[in-house]
């Protein structure tokens, strides 16, 4: 059984900083992608950001400079650290693994259950 367990979110004025963490759990061997992603009441979930197992990132326009992702493949957790929040940014957010593999088992595509992040004064 593997899963992707989120923390960090919460209420958040404009301008300030959270820190989210996905940790993925079970006999794990590898990820290749992890991600984030985020959606919004009335919108599509969309890419927030993502890094691979090596290191490369890539970042939604709207948050370059503003937010970073991290990981640590031997705790097969990824970070993302957001600042300079806005109230555009508010939605939930989710955790994505890419080919994680176990023994036996190649997940192609693996969700957390999602986080809350509220920007508001």
């Known amino acids: 059984q593997v899963r992707l367990v989120e923390s960090g979110g919460g209420l958040v004025q404009p301008g300030g900083s959270l820190r989210l963490s996905c940790a993925a759990s079970g006999r794990i061997f590898s990820i290749d992608a992890m991600g984030w992603y985020r959606q919004a009441p009335g919108n599509e979930r969309e890419l927030v950001a993502s890094i691979t197992s090596g290191g490369t990132t890539n970042y939604a326009d709207s948050v370059k400079g503003r937010f970073t992702i991290s990981r640590d493949n031997a705790k097969n957790t990824v970070y993302l650290q957001m600042n300079g929040l806005k109230p555009e940014d508010t939605a939930v957010y989710y955790c994505?693994?890419?080919?994680?593999?176990?023994?036996?088992?190649?997940?192609?595509?693996?969700w957390g259950q999602g986080t809350q992040v509220t920007v508001s004064s």
């Open positions: 994505h693994a890419d080919r994680l593999r176990t023994a036996t088992t190649i997940y192609r595509s693996s």
